[in-house]
């Protein structure tokens, strides 16, 4: 057990969150192991974010406990620590610092989505492939509009590691065709606009993408103008 941590064993909050990460099921003797179990996940989580194998580890120890409780005749405990054990599980693939900033940032809330995710700190460590995505995507999502080179730099980042949904890939890339348009990028943009609209099946973003292709026109017509006005002087010189 870790000796240093910010969060002391017998202070209010830390008591607070072993109870939210680990409710009381029964007060016998049966329980002292998964007391254990229990303060030292909130110990870890107080020190720094979870890494993503700890909660492996506490789910195949939640899982080996309920297997012992079903054996010893408690199958009331032993269901309730099945359904935590895959409730450990579904957080190692679906990270809570995520799901907590995707919340935030769905009410517009960007400082306290920023905030969620200030405290994952190796992402590496902490996330599984797809969520290391998602952590990029909505970094990129937060700075899109106070710094294009970041935004572009975590989109891309975001794109390469994948994300699930096909929904949050179209708009990735449909930020990353705007930014390529903002830098007179006109091919990237299309092609990026094009994987967008195809990755758009339910055309959530039909609006969007049609406004930036008007937009993209718009930038283009000057140079037809000049092009044409230089082709019709060359002719009249000529003549």
């Known amino acids: 057990m870790p000796d240093k941590c910010k969060i002391k064993n017998n202070s209010k909050e830390f008591q607070f969150q072993k109870n939210m990460l680990c409710p009381p099921f029964s007060k016998g003797k049966d ?31 939640v899982l080996g406990l309920a297997v012992w409780q079903f054996v010893e005749g408690n199958i009331g405990n032993g269901i309730m620590y ?69 935004a572009e730099k975590y989109f891309k980042k975001s794109i390469e590691l994948g994300l699930n949904m096909d929904a949050d890939l179209a708009m990735a890339k449909l930020n990353l065709a705007g930014i390529a348009m903002t830098k007179n990028r006109k091919r990237e943009a299309e092609i990026l606009l094009a994987e967008a609209k195809k990755l758009d099946k339910h055309n959530m973003m039909d609006e969007q993408i049609k406004m930036m292709k008007q937009q993209m026109k718009r930038a283009n017509m000057p140079r037809q103008q000049f092009g044409q006005r230089s082709a019709r002087a060359g002719r009249k010189s000529r003549r």
């Open 31 to 61: 329980n002292h192991f998964f007391e254990e179990i229990c303060t030292f996940a909130v110990l870890k989580k107080a020190q720094s974010m979870f890494n993503k194998n700890i909660k492996l580890v506490l789910a195949a120890g």
């Open 82 to 150: 099945i359904l935590l054990s895959l409730i450990f599980m579904f957080l190692y693939f679906k990270n809570e610092i995520i799901l907590l900033a995707f919340l935030r940032l769905r009410k517009q809330d960007f400082q306290g989505a920023k905030k969620w995710l200030d405290k994952i700190k190796n992402p590496e460590a902490s996330l599984v492939r797809k969520q290391q995505g998602y952590y990029n995507y909505l970094n990129g999502l937060m700075v899109s509009q106070t710094n294009m080179n970041e």
